[in-house]
């Protein structure tokens, strides 16, 4: 969901070609904010490493 990745800090949303240059060059420009999106991401993808599978076994476990 890219409002909860936007939330915790893990994503931004653009618009346009010129919206994400923008972006990129204030990320770019601000090595602290870069980093604390990159472990915000780490952490977004770590929350549901596994859920696919978990899934995946319900699914079966319904079907028989």
Do not use: F, K, N, S
Request: aromatic share 2%; net charge negative.
């Amino acid at each position: 969901d890219v409002a909860a990745l936007e939330e915790q800090g893990a994503a931004m949303t653009v618009r346009d070609a010129g919206e994400l240059g923008a972006a990129l060059a204030a990320l770019l420009a601000d090595p602290g904010r870069l980093a604390a999106m990159g472990r915000a991401g780490r952490a977004a993808a770590g929350a549901t490493q596994g859920r696919t599978e978990a899934i995946a076994r319900e699914l079966l476990g319904w079907l028989g």
